[in-house]
Nanobody
Framework: QVQLAESGGGLVQAGGSLSLSCAAS????????VSWFRQAPGKDREFVGA????????YYAASVKGRFTISRDNAKNTVYLQMNSLKPEDTAIYYC?????????????????WGQGTQVTVSS
């Protein structure tokens, strides 16, 4: 019904930048929240940030606040994650996720639509 596709991952040096994209297709009218998560090897899936689609309100995890920026392009039905001042600790697979709810957005278990993920590797 709804599909998400991430892109933009790659290898970057510490202190550098990357921009990730999450393109939504299908019956997206039912979605209210689009979020970014990441998962490093051996660690739990971690909340990065969320955007409430209709209002544009954005919430960031403390670990990325001030370095990462979420934005959107309504015409392209795409959400972006601009990542600056990258650290080796940011190395992970980055996922976008979506749901129709508005609460508990930091909990990955509340999301029912996920992209395939894109690998971000930050070298020291």
């Amino acid at each position: 019904q709804v599909q998400l596709a991430e892109s933009g991952g790659g290898l970057v040096q510490a202190g550098g930048s990357l921009s990730l994209s999450c393109a939504a297709s299908g019956r997206t009218f039912s979605l209210n929240t689009v979020s970014w998560f990441r998962q490093a090897p051996g660690k739990d899936r971690e909340f990065v940030g969320a955007i409430w689609w209709t209002t544009g309100s954005i919430y960031y995890a403390a670990s990325v606040k001030g370095r990462f920026t979420i934005s959107r392009d309504n015409a392209k039905n795409t959400v972006y994650l601009q990542m600056n001042s990258l650290k080796p600790e940011d190395t992970a697979i980055y996922y976008c996720a979506a749901k129709d709810g508005l609460l508990s957005n930091t909990n990955p278990s509340t999301y029912n639509v996920w992209g395939q993920g894109t690998q971000v590797t930050v070298s020291s």
